[in-house]
């Protein structure tokens, strides 16, 4: 609490609308100099209820090509971390973000969105 009160933490943004949050990754990207169409590191967070739904989520993205999905107990859910190598661009994040909520959807879930590297 320290810190922020010495100003040297900044505030965090929300943004309601998980579109609008996505281009401004993909803004913030590019005024760090990276070309968001480049290939880079992309990890994407599913939290489930139970076991199982964790285990046939990350199975199911580990059956696509180029996804390497894990699933572990956090607390009283299971977080399934899913890493891809991508470009990103508005079509590449909404076609993600569907495929993950539909996930989300089928196992009881939430989709708790994505990062990416900045090399």
Do not use: K
Request: one cysteine or more; glycine letters at 6%; proline letters at 3%.
């Amino acid at each position: 609490m320290e810190v922020w009160r010495q100003g040297r933490v900044r505030a965090v943004e929300r943004v309601d609308s998980p579109l609008e949050a996505d281009a401004r990754v993909l803004d913030h990207l590019s005024r760090l100099g990276c070309d968001p169409n480049e290939p880079r590191e992309c990890r994407h967070y599913l939290y489930v209820p139970g076991e199982v739904g964790a285990e046939e989520a990350a199975r199911s993205l580990n059956a696509t090509d180029g996804w390497d999905a894990e699933y572990e107990r956090v607390a009283d859910l299971w977080l399934v971390t899913a890493t891809t190598f991508t470009g990103l661009n508005d079509t590449v994040l909404r076609d993600t973000r569907l495929r993950f909520e539909a996930l989300a959807n089928i196992h009881r879930g939430e989709y708790d969105g994505w990062e990416a590297a900045a090399d």
